[in-house]
Each structure stands twice: as C-alpha cells, then as structure tokens.
C-alpha cells in the first residue's frame, strides 16, 4: 500500500474527531499514528497552521514527502513542515528552504478545547511544546479545577496547568527542572489571561515534591545536594504526576517500570482528603492492572482509601493495537 492510502485510512477513521475538533476550537491533533497505522515511526501532526511530519526511523524520500504534502493539502491547505529525526539522538536532520525554516522557529499560536498554546514546530524536543496524547488529561483537569488548588508536576510547557487555571482554579503551582519549558509555560499562562493564579518554580521535582509533603529533603548515597527554592508544606484539591520514564538527578531516580511508589507516595501526601490525585505511566510494558493495584496499595499503606477511580483513555487520534494505550493516566479520589 501507499503512503497516500495508509493516510487516506487514517484521515477517515478520524473523520468524526476532526468535525468535533474543529466544533471546540482544536486545531492541533494527530492525523496519522504511524505505529499503528502502517508505517513504522512516521507520525503527522497538525500544530495550529501547519501540517507537521516526523520520521523517527528512516528518512522520507523527495518523492514520498510530496505525496504526503500532496495528501494533506486537500485535506487544508497550509504550510507543511517535515522533521526527519531518523538519526539515534532523534535531533531534526534535514533543512527547510528558507520561508519554510523561517516559520518553523518562530513561536506559534494554537488551539485546544478555545485554550491557547504557544507552539514551535522546531527545537530541541520532539514535540512542539505540547503533547496531543495528553489532551485527555488537560481536559480532565479544566473540567475538575474550578475552585481548587492544583499542583502540576513534572509540569514542562504547563499544559496541565493552564487547563487548571482555565477551568477556574484558584491556585496553581507547576513545577519543573527546565527553565526552558516553565518559559513556554509562562507564555502559556498569559496568553490565556490565567497568569495571576499561576506559579512557576524550576526546581528538581524530589526536593520540592518531599517539602510540599512534609518531609525531608535526601540525596542518593549521600551526594552533595545542590541549591533547591525552598517551599512550604502544602496539601493540593488536585495533584497532576507525570514523570518521564527514567532519570537521575543527586536527589532520587525516576524509575516508572519499578519504582513509581518513591514520587507516588509523597505526591499522595500532597493530596488533600477527598481530594485527586491523577497519576500517568507512558510506559507500554508496565501492565496497566498491576500498576493500578501498586498504587491502591501504596493509598491503603497511608492509611487512606481510594474512594473512586476513573481511567482517562487517549482520544482516536493516538489509536493502539489492542485499545491498552502506552499512555496510562487513571484518577484516583482519594479520602
């Protein structure tokens, strides 16, 4: 098969998303999850007023990327971008004629749900600043945060947090390592008009997670810590956790396939009574089950219960082979 006809598939399958889509003022989605849809490691995205196109594993042609241009168009014609990233470190390979590269690294405008998002289809990540798999969850979180207080940790662009301050939230405070992405998150917050209940602090996510908590700030065998902002003990209505799959710093390690209790116990903490904690695993080979039973358990071992649970599941756009995403995002209400 095509490449036009793989796409041409997964455009129809889409069709009822992209009618809602452009119903709620979206206008950043995935339009082809090559994974799943054919074509190993290729995902096209729309981000805002552009068509953008990654390869992960091998380079397009000349000729398959004017097909896929080609595709696209038809559907809405606007700018099209291509990033190969087929190179082991994933960074953009391939150069873009003038105007395209122009546009490319000028920050952008888009749309999810009527928020607004800045957006820049070439930097150092794979994603434009924003992750489209994760548009379930910042729609959770502007649906459940008016009145409340809301942390967001392992924040980066603070999608999670503007969606909270959004919905109405009266506080809230995101927190990550990367001056880089709170920037983004900054720009973000005013953008929306939301920056007055918004924070922003750039810290390693275990010391600042163990002072909101109420406990000690460690190291890893006893390391030199470095300066960490300093915070009060606080309880939140909504704790966001969404760690990446692995890291290290001198404060602790990441470790979501075995060791996701060490952020998850002190982030619980966190958690007001009767409040919500929303907890993400993006890794395929943790059994979505057993992660669900580790984290009631670790719950019940504070002392507290799990009063009500909800799984929040991607949209089409971000199909899976068995309908068990990578992406596991369950939120607990915890008393």
Request: with cysteine; glycine share 6%.
């Amino acid at each position: 098969m095509s490449i036009s006809t793989f796409l041409a598939s997964a455009l129809e399958k889409r069709h009822q998303l992209l009618t809602q889509a452009k119903a709620s003022n979206t206008d950043c989605y995935r339009v082809f999850h090559g994974t799943v849809e054919g074509i190993n490691g290729l995902n096209i995205d729309r981000y805002g007023e552009a068509w953008l196109i990654q390869s992960f594993h091998q380079a397009l042609s000349d000729d398959e990327l004017q097909e896929i241009s080609d595709s696209l168009t038809q559907v809405e014609e606007l700018p099209v971008i291509y990033n190969d990233r087929s190179d082991k470190n994933s960074r953009v390979m391939n150069k873009l004629d003038v105007i395209n590269d122009d546009f490319a690294n000028q920050a952008q405008v888009m749309h999810e749900n009527g928020i607004k998002f800045t957006s820049k289809l070439r930097h150092e990540g794979q994603d434009p600043l924003l992750f489209l798999d994760m548009r379930v969850g910042r729609e959770f979180v502007q649906a459940n945060s008016h009145n409340k207080t809301v942390l967001n940790l392992f924040s980066y662009t603070c999608g999670i947090g503007t969606a909270a301050a959004v919905g109405g939230a009266t506080r809230v405070m995101n927190i990550d390592f990367s001056s880089f992405a709170l920037a983004a998150g900054k720009t973000n917050a005013e953008l929306n008009q939301v920056s007055d209940v918004c924070e922003f602090i750039q810290s390693d996510a275990f010391p600042a997670l163990r002072q909101l908590a109420g406990l000690k700030v460690a190291g890893r065998r006893n390391q030199k810590l470095p300066k960490y902002p300093k915070l009060p003990a606080t309880q939140f209505d909504l704790v966001f956790l969404d760690p990446p799959r692995f890291a290290k710093s001198p404060f602790g390690i990441v470790d979501l396939i075995n060791d996701y209790q060490s952020l998850f116990k002190p982030a619980l903490l966190t958690t007001k009574a009767g409040g919500t904690i929303v907890c993400c695993n993006n890794v395929a080979k943790v059994d979505r089950e057993a992660w669900f039973d580790a984290l009631v358990r670790c719950v019940e071992k504070q002392g507290r219960t799990v009063s009500s649970h909800s799984w929040l599941d991607c949209h089409a756009d971000f199909p899976s082979f068995d309908g068990n995403h990578p992406l596991k995002i369950v939120a607990l209400t915890v008393d």
